[in-house]
């Protein structure tokens, strides 16, 4: 089984704003599945925080997905959705758009991974 999906490979998702999908998208990362569903959304000011939600728990489930691009600011809409994903697969990453950089202290996978470690240990 773990050469038949080495074979096939897994895909990036990505929920964030124009700039940001549109960047990913000229990388290559994007891809519709057999059910005509893409593993990318574009977030606006028009954008209801059900449907990134529901976009998120969508990528959750798929199985061809390994990880979940997120801008922050977004990810800060459906905080109680990502911090209910304990799941190492698919990893969640938040990253900085274009207008909010990116700040270190909201990230709930970021603040995990922290208390995972002792900084003494690190050094």
Do not use: W
């Amino acid at each position: 089984m773990a050469l038949h999906a080495a074979i096939k490979g897994k895909l990036i998702s990505v929920i964030g704003d124009e700039d940001t999908c549109v960047g990913f998208l000229l990388g290559g990362v994007g891809e519709i599945n057999k059910n005509r569903h893409p593993n990318f959304l574009v977030v606006d000011k028009s954008t209801a925080v059900s449907e990134v939600e529901e976009c998120f728990k969508r990528f959750m489930k798929r199985d061809d997905i390994d990880i979940i691009l997120i801008n922050q600011n977004i990810a800060e809409m459906i905080r109680h959705v990502i911090d209910g994903h304990t799941s190492p697969i698919p990893a969640v990453l938040e990253i900085p758009s274009k207008d909010h950089p990116y700040d270190a202290s909201k990230d709930s996978i970021l603040r995990r991974a922290k208390g995972m470690f002792n900084p003494d240990e690190l050094m």
